[in-house]
C-alpha cells in the first residue's frame, strides 16, 4: 500500500513579528522553554495559527538570536505566521493573558519585508557583577577596549572553541560593579559571559566577582553608531 503524500498547508494570510521580555525568575528558562511555552500560550490565547506543510505540520513561528538561559531580556523577537487577519494589538492582549509568570509580550506588529534575523545584528546588554572594585572594573574595560583582539574559549555542543571577543565588541562602558556592552550578532556569536571571561583574565582581581546578573537591553539594527528598531 503507498503512503499517502503530506498535506499541503494553506500559506499564511497574516505575518506578525513579536518583541517579548524574559523577566524575573524567566530567566532561567532556555530556548526550548520558552517555545514550549509559547506554543501553549497560543492554544490557550485561541491565535489562528498557519502550519507548516509535511507529515508533521508546525505552527509556523521563526525565532531570532535568542538569548542564552539565565539571561533576563526586554528585547526578544519572533516571527509568526497567521490563518487568519488578527489586530496585533489584540494578539498581545490575547497572548500576554496566558503566557506564564515572567514572560511578557511586549509588541505585536505587522511584518515588514525582508528577515527578522537580518534586522538584529547587534545588542546592548546590562552586566552586573556583585562584589567587585569599581576602579579595577574600569580599568578591566580600559585594558579591553585597548587590545586589538582578546580571545577566549568556551565549551558548545561542537567541543571548545576559541572567541576573539575584541572584534565583536562595538561598545563597552564601565557603570560602578556594572558595565554596559554593545556587540555585534557574528558567528561565532560572543556572548556577554565572554566579554566577563575576558575583563576577569586582564584583571584576575575581578576572579572574585558574584555571578553575573546579565540583561539585554536593546537588539536591532547597527546603522549610524546605534542599534535602530527592528520592527520599525
Known amino acids: 500500500m503507498s503512503r499517502q503524500p503530506p498535506v499541503q498547508q494553506a500559506p499564511p ?8 521580555a524574559k523577566r524575573g525568575r524567566a530567566r532561567f528558562a532556555s530556548h526550548r522553554d520558552f517555545g514550549r511555552a509559547f506554543e501553549r500560550a497560543l492554544r490557550r490565547a485561541g491565535i489562528p495559527m498557519a502550519f507548516s506543510s509535511g507529515f508533521s ?5 521563526s525565532y531570532a538570536n535568542a538569548s542564552p538561559t539565565g539571561a533576563a531580556s526586554e528585547a526578544e523577537y519572533l516571527e509568526i505566521g497567521l490563518a487568519a487577519q488578527l489586530d496585533p494589538d489584540l494578539v498581545r492582549d490575547r497572548l500576554n493573558a496566558a503566557m506564564p509568570d515572567g514572560l511578557v509580550i511586549v509588541r505585536v506588529v505587522e511584518a515588514v519585508a525582508g528577515s ?3 534586522r538584529l545584528s547587534a545588542s546592548r546588554w546590562l552586566v552586573e557583577l556583585g562584589g567587585v572594585e569599581a576602579g579595577e572594573l574600569a580599568g578591566a574595560v580600559d585594558d579591553l577596549l585597548a587590545t586589538e583582539s582578546h580571545e577566549v574559549q568556551r ?8 572567541f576573539d571577543v575584541r572584534s565583536a565588541v562595538l561598545g563597552l562602558v564601565a557603570e560602578g560593579e556594572a558595565f554596559q556592552l554593545t556587540s555585534l550578532v557574528s558567528e561565532p556569536l560572543v556572548r556577554p559571559d565572554d566579554v566577563v571571561q575576558a575583563l576577569q583574565a586582564l584583571r584576575p582581581g575581578l576572579k572574585s566577582a558574584q555571578s553575573a546578573l ?4 536593546e537588539q536591532g539594527v547597527w546603522e549610524d553608531g546605534r542599534i535602530a528598531d527592528p520592527l520599525a
Not at 505540520?57 to 513561528?61: A, L, S, T, V
Not at 565549551?155 to 576559541?162: D, I, V, W
Open 57 to 61: 505540520p508546525h505552527p509556523r513561528i
Open 155 to 162: 565549551m558548545t555542543k561542537n567541543g571548545l572553541r576559541t
Open 116 to 118: 527578522l534575523a537580518d
Open 214 to 217: 546579565i540583561t539585554r537591553i
Open 13 to 20: 494570510v497574516q505575518r506578525l513579528r513579536v518583541q517579548y
